[in-house]
């Protein structure tokens, strides 16, 4: 293996020199910051196998040797970065109230990576010319954590979809949004299909609420009956799929094409709870043409909410709605600015006495 040794007055420089010179597939063995001359200067040290260059892998049979390695060091070395790029921040233009908020949001336990995209945004608006006064930090916010609660104006479409992790709520998600859109469209013909024939207690109570509400239940595991329950829910104005979850290393775009819905027109919500583990490598899966907003169940029982500002800031979906409680009605509401706010900064939960449909 070709070893090397980088150094430069910053990361993207010595990375950038790396590929440069040892190309795309070196791997990163360690890194550090010195000090020179009362200068900062990284120091970056990676290495290639040296008969790389002579046996290139063809793209077509999948990623080299070392891979997995590869990544995890990435990982790795992306957090150092960030923790160098912490004492570098330039806090002192910030407002108190923006340091005082991403502070708080740092010991919450919001990713580093995302504690960076709120200080560029405020950075850049704070030094934008003409600016009067520096921007809200909730404004921020905001815009990095968008809202977009569930209504038929905002999700119009015919069928909603679930999509998730097991044992993340999405059958309880998806009976509680059908109670919401039928109590603001009483007069919209309703029904329900599941994809996931092997779990008994899912289907079991969705089948058992789906009958008590009267609305039409239907089971569709491959692409034949998944057509068949649409043929036969053609009358239907909405119609709600509990997706089944994935398996290991299978994406959502996966699991479309086996039920032959991949060019279906569709209001995808990906169900998610803030305490799930591994939550970053699991966007990866599900994160693509598909996802249309983020709707967070279970958040009574997580014990911070970093997770909703990082997967937002990572999946750019909008929140569509909140789940908390065991009782299937009046404990899922349309999402609102002030709700998830309230969540995060004050771990106050949305108060269900007070929620309006927003049409």
Known sequence: MRVKTFTGNGTAEVLSAIKAELGPDAVILGSREVQENGRRIFEITAGIDSDHSKNPIAPTQGPPSGWDDWNKEWGRLKEHIYTLMQPAMQW????PHQRVALEYLQREGVDSDVIVEFYKVLLKGNSAPQQSAKPAMLAVMASLLPVKPFNINNYPQRLQIM??????GKTSAALRLAMLRKEERPQQQIGFINTDATR???RLVLRHWADLSGFPYF????????HAALRACREMNCLFIDMQGLSRNETLEDKFKLLGMQNLQANVH??????????????KRYKNSFPTSLLWTKVDEAEHYAELVNVAVRSELPVSALSFGAELQGTLLPAEESQIWRLILKHQLPDVKVAKFRT
């Open 92 to 95: 002192e233009n910030l407002s």
């Open 163 to 168: 999509a998730g992790p097991y044992g993340s």
């Open 200 to 202: 008994g207690n899912g």
């Open 219 to 226: 089971e569709a595991p491959d692409a034949d009956a998944m």
């Open 270 to 283: 990906l169900v998610l709870s803030p305490h799930y583990s591994n939550i970053k490598e699991l966007l």
